[in-house]
Structure formats: C-alpha cells, structure tokens
C-alpha cells in the first residue's frame, strides 16, 4: 500500500525527516509515537504536499504511484487522507458545499459517477449522524466556531465520505474527552478493512487501547528508531522516550530494518 | 479645465423645471469647481481624464434595451434605459407608497423633493453638482408614516452604447415607516452615467437599501447614495461594485437625529484592468449613534481599488459606536489597493475602531481545500467565494442574495492568481 523509503524532508532549510523508512500493506494500522519534534505531524505534511515542506532525497509511493511527483489534491484523488491535528476554519465556505466539492473531485478521479444533491446530502447527514455532530453543522462555516471536539470529528466525518485508501490521523486525540475520543476511534474502526490502511500519529497509548494497531514505531529525530508490535504502546507509556537518548541512533535503525 | 465640464454647464442653462432655484445654486458651485487632476485628494488614485476623454457617437445610441426583472422577488420596478423613464408609473400601489416621475411630480411631491434635492447629498461632490444640473429625469418616493412596504422597490439604469445618462432618485420614509430599496445599474459598453440618490429616513423608520453598481467593461459610472437619519432612524445599506474603465460611488451617512443606526456593507470584486472607487462618510453629527461598516474586496490581474472610508465624530456626538473595518484580498502582484479608513474624533466618550488590511489568499485554507482534492483553481474560488459570501449572508433580503450568488461565482471564475 505505502512504501516510505530513505525520505529526508526540511522545512524553512531544517532538516526534519532524515531517511525515514516504513512499509505499510493492505488493511494494516501502524501507530507512530514519538517525542515532541520528532517530525511526526511533518511526515502527514510531506506526503499529502504542503507548501513549504521540500524532499531532499527518498521515495514515496502508494500502491506504486509517485506521491511526491502529485499535486495535493492529485495525492488526495489518488487515495490518501490526512486527518489534521489543527483542522482550519474557513467562515463563508458552508460544511456542506466543502464536503460536496471534495467528494465530487475523489469519485470523478475514481472514474464513480456524480452524486445527486439529495443523494449526497443524504449520506453526509448519516455520517454526521455516526460522528456525532448534529446536522446543522453541515449548513455551518467550515470548521467555523467549532469546538476542539467537534472540528477532530469533522475530520472523521470527511474521512467516512472521502473513503480514502490510506488514512493519516495526526494526533487525532488531542484534546479529546474521553467520550469525543470514543467517536474517533469508533469512527476509524468501522472503517478497517482488508484494503484500507491507516497511520496513527499520536502521544499517548489512550487511543491505541480503542484502535488497536497492527504495528507501533517509535519516531525520533527523524527515523524510525524501534518498531515493534502493540505492546511497545504500552512500554513507551510507562517508560516515556528518555532511554531514546542512551541508545546510537544508527543501532536503532538498524533493529527497525531488521523488524519491519 | 474640463471641454466635457464646460459642455456640460452650457447644457445645464437651458434646463428649466420646478427644480430651477435648486439647479441655479448648484449650477453656481459647479462655475466656481475645479477639475480634479491627481493633486485632488478626492480623485488621486483613479484618473479622472477619462472621462473627459472619452468621447461619445451620440447618433449611435441604442434605445431597444430591457431590463430583465428579478424571479421571486416581487419588486416594484422603475426602469431607466439610457436615462430614460421607461416604466408604467400608473399601477397600482401599496398603500401609503406614493412613486412619481421627476418630470412629471405633482405639486405635493414638488414640495417635499425640492426640499430634499441637495439637502441630503453634500455639495463637495462634483459630480454629485453636474447630476443636481443635467437630472432631469428621476423618481421621487413617498412611504408615508407608519407604512410597511413589503414589495422591494428596484430602480434599474440600463446604459448601452454611446449613452450619457443622469438620473435622480428622491426617497423620504415617514415616521416608523419600513421600505426597501434597490438601486440597479448595468451595462457594459462605453458610457457615461451619474446616478445619485438621496434618502431622508425619519424617526424610527427603517429603511433596506442596496445599491448594486453592476456596470463593467467601458462604462463610465459615477455616484453616489446618501442618507439621513433622523432619531432612532435604521439603515441596512449594502453595495455590491464590479469595475469598470471608472466607477466610483459615494456613500454618505448623516447621524441628524439620536439613537439612529447605520449598518453599511460594501463589496468589490474587480478583474482586468477595472477599476472601482468607494468613498465614504459617516457625519456622526448628534449622541447616541451606532455605525457599523464593514467593507471587503477582491483585486485580481491589473485592476485597481480604491477604499476611503471616513468617520467624522462631531464634538456633541458623545456615546456613539462606530467600527470601520476594510478587508482585500489581492489576486496578483499587479492589482493593487488603496485603503484609507478614517476616524476624526471630536467627542471624548465614544467607543471606535478602525482597521484596513491587505492580504493575499490563505495558504494554509488553500492546502486544506486541496488535501480534500478540491483542484487548486477550485479552491480558490471557494476561498475567495467564502470571503465575500459572509457578507452575502448578511443581506436581509435572501432573494437578492441568491440572485447575486451565481454572479460572483461568475466572476470568481474569470479570476485566477498570478
């Protein structure tokens, strides 16, 4: 589904990522973890093609297609989604008429026919319904006066109707009281399945306990430094990163290859 | 000096109506007017020579013109074609509206008009005195005390080709009295028109207003609409200017009576090489007054706005509220802004603001938009759409609003960043 190799990637001239590595196949949830400025929210940047984040070298590809050769909105079409840590807020630009114009672009790239107002109002008021965000959301400005809550659940409500093959969540649980983390997760597991992948990127094992994740990587300075199955989660919770700091980076990347 | 403002004098002698000791006053100031050249403050950044310049075939003049109606909106409409009265004015109305020709006033509007002629309007105008002397044709509207007029009234000038056209619009709102106005103008071919108005708003009436100067391509446009509010008197204005080779409209609003409120929006949206000037002043004459104005514009490839937007606070006019807030959005490295909000303030208790910014399109709502597979041409007309639609919104008539929606998309569209 992804394969992420050597990636070395700056903003304003600092080198954030510095030959990142990660494999991902079908159907498969890897959570990334990992110290503040890691460069965790920079690896969603890069691939979905901000502005400003330039590649130096590496290669990133979905199911053998040149991400970083798309425009943002080709890599979109072509499958991937990013759930942002900081959703932006577009007053005079209606929910509705945003999710119409992104839904409409995606199924035309998929070669899917055109929705119907009535048809597409219709499945955007059931997945408001599954998130949680009652429906006059949708009438709402994009993200517009949204509590931190309801603009994370707006993200999943795009990603139910998006039907993406690659999901990104940056730190979608930030914020989150435990019942709006619920709707997240509940959000992302009804979307699992055999052909559907998704990166996790957050802080804490919380989420993780709700998504239970295939893989769990830690992401330090760069790189991938310790790979390891869901109870590395757990590990991380209870020890926190200091002992990244005692351990070569090399060697740690190293161990990563050898798992993944 | 100006051949256009000498012709234009000589013209103005041999009109002679009702309106003469009016006329004769203006037609003294406009003997005395200087021509403005780019020293003007008024005029400095849109070359007045133009006009002059432009030269009109006045055999050419296509009279044939419609002025297609607004669906749902159910207006009462007085259409000028070419400054021509071309509508019906023996319908019937609503009750307590009175609507008569300027040519053809009974003597009862006689006397009300000819009070508010160039009462209302400020006399610093130029054009504003060459419009007082040439109008000849126009409509003067009575809402008498205590009447609600549900039915929007729409005044419509067509220009065509090779057209010179100047129009007058006198309207007077009685105690309590609730009305709506809507001033049209269109046209795309080389002409010139003045279009002013003048609205005397009485205590605790509320009057609705819009003025859409809709003309583009190389008609030549000035105009202005001006207010006066008496005490607790309510006015809900919004304009809606596209460019053109020259438009300029003037909006004044005089605070005469205490615990008026005004609420003004403005939008521009230019392309080309349009340009679009508004100038505005708000005489805060008495206490108590509220005004809120609120004006955002779009600039895009070689066009030029201009934004002078004053509040005056008269020494006595103690309590008044008033925020000035002026908002563009620049498409390209060649467009360019003008902006000058202006507070003067005499009164020293009052609460005001202003502000003025000049910014370039949101990267960050761009990327957003294109993360979603919005198409980056897309996603600017939804953003630059998003910014103007607030206002939109705004406007208390949604008929209006949804006639004017898909002519901005329109105009989104032909715009792109450069």
């Known amino acids: ?260 | 000096m100006s051949n256009w403002l000498n012709g234009a004098v000589a013209r103005a002698e041999s009109v002679s109506d009702w309106l003469a000791p009016k006329r004769q006053a203006s037609l003294a100031l406009l003997r005395e007017a200087q021509w403005p050249t780019r020293k003007t403050e008024a005029w400095k950044y849109i070359p007045i020579n133009v006009w002059d310049r432009t030269e009109l075939q006045s055999d050419a003049v296509e009279v044939n013109a419609v002025a297609e109606s607004i669906e749902g909106l159910n207006s009462i409409d007085l259409v000028f074609v070419n400054g021509e009265l071309t509508s019906d004015l023996n319908d019937e109305l609503p009750a307590g509206l009175s609507i008569v020709s300027l040519a053809d006033a009974s003597a009862d509007a006689q006397s009300w008009a000819a009070e508010t002629f160039a009462s209302v309007k400020p006399s610093r105008h130029l054009f504003g005195l060459v419009n007082d002397v040439l109008a000849t044709q126009g409509v003067l509207i009575d809402v008498a005390a205590e009447a609600v007029i549900e039915q929007p009234i729409r005044i419509v000038n067509v220009l065509t080709q090779d057209s010179e056209a100047h129009t007058r619009v006198l309207v007077r709102l009685g105690q309590n009295a609730k009305a709506s106005v809507v001033e049209q103008f269109c046209g795309n071919q080389r002409s010139k028109n003045t279009g002013f108005a003048e609205y005397k708003v009485g205590e605790s009436a509320r009057l609705e207003h819009y003025r859409f100067a809709l003309q583009t391509g190389e008609s030549l446009s000035i105009g202005g609409s001006h207010f006066e509010l008496a005490t607790r008197a309510e006015l809900n204005s919004t304009l809606v200017g596209f460019g053109s080779t020259l438009q300029r409209v003037d909006v004044d609003v005089t605070h005469a009576g205490e615990h008026a409120f005004a609420k003004l929006n403005a939008i521009y949206l230019l392309d080309g090489k349009e340009l679009f000037d508004l100038h505005s002043t708000i005489e805060h004459a008495v206490p108590h007054g509220t005004t809120e104005e609120n004006v955002r514009g779009i600039v895009a490839d070689n066009s030029r706005a201009v934004f002078n937007g004053r509040i005056h606070i008269h020494r006595d006019a103690q309590k008044t509220l008033a925020e000035l807030n002026n908002r563009n959005l620049l498409m390209s490295d060649r467009a360019e802004i003008d902006t000058k909000p202006e507070l003067e303030i005499y009164a020293d208790d009052v609460r005001c603001a202003h502000g003025a910014t000049i910014a370039e399109i949101d990267k960050t709502a761009l990327y957003y938009l294109q993360s979603r597979g919005v198409s980056r041409s897309q996603a600017q007309i939804m953003l630059n759409f998003g910014f103007i639609n607030e206002l939109v919104d705004e406007m208390p008539n949604d008929v209006l609003a949804e006639w004017l929606r898909p002519q901005l998309r329109d105009r989104f569209a032909a715009m792109e960043v450069k």
């Open chain 1, 1 to 260: 589904m992804l394969s992420i190799k050597n990636l070395h990637a700056s903003v304003e001239e600092k080198n954030i990522l510095k030959g990142l590595e990660l494999e991902i196949k079908p159907g498969e949830v890897h959570a990334i973890m990992g110290p503040n400025g890691a460069g965790k929210s920079t690896l969603g940047y890069v691939l979905t093609g901000r502005d400003g984040y330039s590649v130096e070298q590496g290669s990133a590809e979905l199911d053998g297609v040149d991400l970083l050769e798309l425009e943002a909105e080709e890599r979109a079409r072509a499958g991937l989604f990013l759930a942002f840590q900081y959703p932006v807020e577009i007053p005079g630009v209606s929910n509705l008429e945003f999710l119409k114009a992104s839904v409409d672009a995606v199924r035309e790239a998929r070669g899917e026919e055109a929705l119907s107002s009535k048809d597409f109002l219709k499945m955007a008021r059931e997945a408001s319904k599954q998130v949680n965000l009652p429906a006059d959301f949708l009438k709402r400005g994009v993200n517009e006066g949204f509590s931190g809550g309801e603009k994370k659940r707006n993200e999943i409500l795009q990603m139910l109707l998006l039907k993406p093959k690659l999901c990104i969540l940056d730190e979608s649980d930030s914020g989150l009281d435990i019942d709006a983390l619920q709707v997240v997760a509940e959000g992302v597991n009804s979307q699992r399945s055999p052909d559907r992948s998704f990166i996790v990127v957050t802080h804490y094992q919380r989420l993780l306990d709700y998504i239970k994740p295939d893989f769990v990587h830690v992401l330090a300075d760069g790189k991938i430094v310790k790979s390891g199955d869901y109870s590395l989660a757990h590990e991380l919770e209870s020890q926190g990163y200091a002992w990244l700091k005692d351990q070569p980076a090399d060697e740690a990347a190293t161990n990563d290859v050898a798992e993944g």
